[in-house]
Every structure is written in structure tokens, then in C-alpha cells.
């Protein structure tokens, strides 16, 4: 393992920054994303990378353009989208060159990795605490829309790691997609040695 490269990468709403640490002897890559309000130093996400480190994974963990430009406040779904892309683009033809990649990212990085998994051909997608079900108005009548389309349209395999108290719903085990419960909430903070077990154990099966 390398010590972390911090990488400038242009992108249409401007430029994103990913943080990048290189396995030795890597087999795959990984790119994740940030939440909507959080950064790269989220504990799930150093937890992720640790996990993925540990069993011939390269990572980079992708600042959002908003974030790089000091903006608390996340840009809408389609810039996210389209950064990403680009990000992913960027990384795949440069220091993941040759690299098969999966692509993830805890709450909303991981709605914009499941969005757009076949546009930059991830074999895999990993989730950190998807938000399933959005907050709802107090004026709201009826049950909840949930972004379960969002998870349903992933055509390679799917980890999802949820809190079991996670205030924004539990997602389904699917044909490609397996849910890993963990104590803890939205934060995913109270058993990060559950998460890297699950993120290895996933990683590990994970065919190129």
C-alpha cells in the first residue's frame, strides 16, 4: 500500500478532487463517493477503504465538485451524475488504468454510483446507508416514496451495508443485491468491524 495521492480532476460543474491509495499487487479499484453533507473522512468510508485495502483493492475517495468548492449544500442529482462520470472517466484511464473498478459511496454517493453503474462500467456497486425512503413533508398524505428503482436498475452485483435503525429504511435482498444489517444507525459508526467484514468478504467474491 501507497500513501494517499491527492488527485485535481476536471469535471463540468467544475473541478472534483479524489484521494487515491494504490494496493500493492491491486486486482480492482474502487471509487467512492461522499454523502450529501459530509465528506471523505466519514467513518464508514475510512472503514470501507481500510477493508478494501486489505484484500488487493485500490481506492479513491471522490470529493464532489460542491465539496471542492466549499458549498455545504449538494449540487442536483444530474450535476452529481455527470462529475462522477467524469471523475470515473479520469480515473480509470490514469491511475486505475488496466483496473476493472466498482463503484460506491455512503447515502447519496451511493444513489449516484447505483445511477450510473453501466454508464462507467463498475462490475460492482457498494452502498454505505442508502437512503431507501426520503424524509416526507409533515403535509404528506399516503405511504412514502422510496428510491428502490434507483437499487432495482443495477445490473452487476450490489452490497448494501444498512444500520438497522437507519431513519431512511432498510432495503431488500435482490437477484444481484445483498443487504448486510449492522447495529447502528444512518452514521453506520457503532460496528465498523462488522462493515469491513462485510466490505472484504464482498470485495473477495468479486469476479473482474
Avoid at 442529482?77 to 462529475?83: I, T, V, Y
Wanted: aromatic share 2%; glycine share 12%.
Amino acid at each position: 500500500m501507497t500513501a494517499a495521492t491527492i488527485l485535481d480532476l476536471d469535471t463540468p460543474h467544475g473541478p472534483a478532487r479524489a484521494h487515491v491509495t494504490h494496493a500493492d499487487e491491486a486486482r480492482l479499484a474502487l471509487i467512492l463517493g461522499h454523502g450529501a453533507g459530509g465528506g471523505v473522512q466519514a467513518p464508514d468510508l475510512q472503514a470501507a477503504q481500510q477493508a478494501a485495502l486489505s484484500t488487493g483493492v485500490s481506492v479513491a475517495l471522490v470529493e464532489q465538485p460542491y465539496r471542492v468548492a466549499g458549498r455545504r449544500s449538494a449540487a442536483p442529482a444530474h450535476q452529481l451524475d455527470a462529475a462522477w462520470i467524469a471523475v470515473v472517466e479520469r480515473l480509470t484511464a490514469g491511475p486505475f488504468d488496466g483496473l476493472a473498478h466498482v463503484a460506491g459511496g455512503r447515502s447519496s454517493g451511493a444513489r449516484v454510483a447505483c445511477r450510473t453503474a453501466a454508464a462507467t462500467g463498475a462490475i460492482g456497486v457498494l452502498c454505505l446507508a442508502f437512503p431507501l425512503v426520503p424524509p416526507q413533508r409533515k403535509t404528506a398524505t399516503g405511504p412514502p416514496k422510496t428510491r428502490q428503482d434507483e437499487l432495482d436498475a443495477v445490473g452487476v452485483p450490489v452490497l448494501v451495508v444498512q444500520g438497522e435503525n437507519d431513519r431512511f429504511g432498510m432495503p431488500e435482498n435482490g437477484a444481484n443485491r445483498t443487504v448486510v444489517r449492522l447495529h447502528g444507525d444512518h452514521r453506520l459508526a457503532s460496528d465498523r468491524d462488522g462493515l469491513r467484514t462485510a466490505v472484504k468478504g464482498w470485495l473477495t467474491g468479486l469476479k473482474a
